[in-house]
Nanobody
Framework: EVTLVESGGGLVQPGGSLRLSCVAS????????MTWVRQAPGKGLEWVST???????FYADSVKGRFTVERDSAKNILYLQMNALRPEDTAVYFC?????RGQGTQVTVSS
């Protein structure tokens, strides 16, 4: 059984940073493209970032230069380092592979 468990969300002031983690079990993240998506209140899912099996990262324009996706293959954990956070980054953040998505972690950016 594949499970993805996100953590690291919270309340942060504009300009602050958070590091999200996604612990994977039942799949080997280095063998899969892994993606972060988010859902803001009242909106649909929005793609944020993908890291391919070849370790190539891709980012939505809205987060490029502020967010960094990383993978710790030894620990089987996916990370999303988020810097210079803005109120519009407020959302539930999910990690996923092609077939599975975690339960999400809430990120709130507010003063």
């Amino acid at each position: 059984e594949v499970t993805l468990v996100e953590s690291g969300g919270g309340l942060v002031q504009p300009g602050g940073s958070l590091r999200l983690s996604c612990v994977a079990s039942g799949l080997t993240i280095r063998e899969n493209s892994m993606t972060w998506v988010r859902q803001a209140p009242g909106k649909g899912l929005e793609w944020v970032s993908t890291i391919t099996r070849n370790n190539n990262p891709f980012y939505a324009d809205s987060v490029k230069g502020r967010f960094t996706v990383e993978r710790d293959s030894a620990k089987n954990i996916l990370y999303l380092q988020m810097n210079a956070l803005r109120p519009e980054d407020t959302a539930v953040y999910f990690c996923q592979d092609d077939s599975h998505r975690g339960q999400g972690t809430q990120v709130t950016v507010s003063s």
